[in-house]
């Protein structure tokens, strides 16, 4: 079926639940997802697997060794995920995300500007892709002369992003 052959739209409360990793290290994942970015651990499986989430939520992120314990990243040329994308819910949180990174030397890959949100693109230990970004509201997205969305790519003023406030 291709996707011009929906009869209808999903429905749009449907939302993405949770992502859940391979990773070759629990530990050290642990280290960079609550330690680093500040996700509470949910709970744990000995040294298997782990959940970790914002707010409370049962879990956002899962983290597993079942089949990947002492394991390296997928090489170049292969398929897999790209990356994943935690949204924070205002700008002064990316900044306080970004001051995070900061103070653990953790590089950044990139950071873009693409009209409808600011992010920051890394890697996590296992070299799984991480987008780190906020939504601008919706009024605020950049359309066309038809209305359409017109999303961009530019680059992102860190020293701006680090001069926001921080969070209450």
């Known amino acids: 079926m291709s996707p011009a052959s929906a009869k209808r739209p999903i429905h749009p409360e449907t939302r993405i639940g949770h992502v859940h990793l391979k990773v070759a290290d629990l530990d050290r994942a642990l280290g960079f997802y609550c330690g680093v970015l500040g996700f509470e651990l949910m709970q744990r499986f000995d040294s298997s697997a782990a959940f970790v989430s914002a707010g409370g939520y049962h879990h956002h992120i899962g983290l597993n060794t079942w089949e990947s314990l002492g394991g390296s990243p997928p090489p170049p040329g292969s398929t897999g995920i790209?990356?994943?994308?935690?949204?924070?819910?205002?700008?002064a949180e990316l900044a306080d995300a970004l001051r995070r990174l900061v103070a653990a030397r953790i590089p950044l890959d990139g950071a873009s500007d693409h009209g409808v949100s600011e992010a920051l693109y890394l890697r996590d230990p296992d070299?799984?892709?991480?987008?780190?970004?906020?939504?601008r509201p919706r009024d605020q997205w950049p359309r066309d002369r038809q209305g359409g969305l017109a999303m961009f790519t530019r680059r992102?003023?860190?020293?701006a992003l680090l001069a926001e406030p921080k969070p209450a």
């Open 127 to 135: 070299g799984i892709g991480v987008e780190l970004y906020w939504d």
């Open 82 to 91: 790209f990356h994943l994308a935690i949204v924070y819910p205002s700008r």
């Open 156 to 159: 992102l003023d860190l020293d």
